[in-house]
């Protein structure tokens, strides 16, 4: 399954079923197959992908991972992020599976 999230500013952002599914808990969202994420609600989602990409970051320099040693949540989050940030601007809803 994919998840394939779409909005009026932004161009779709087509995930894999596990890092859609991630990205959601994180923003406190039902992975369903249908969904909504409303202006009012993108500052939380923003803040909390933003605060678990940085606790990500600092447990990988605690374990001495390599950069580059394969895709973390920053780089699977920052289409989306890039998409929460257009549309709570505009303030326009992200939605998918419609």
Known sequence: MLYKFKS?????????EANGRRILEIIGKDAGLKGIILPEQMPAAIA??????????SG????GAVPGDGLGLHQRALPFLDMLRRNHKSGHEVVWGV
């Open 8 to 16: 009026k500013d932004a161009g779709d952002v087509i995930m894999l």
């Open 60 to 63: 990988d320099e605690e374990a």
């Open 48 to 57: 909390a992908l933003e605060a678990a990409i940085a606790l990500e970051q």
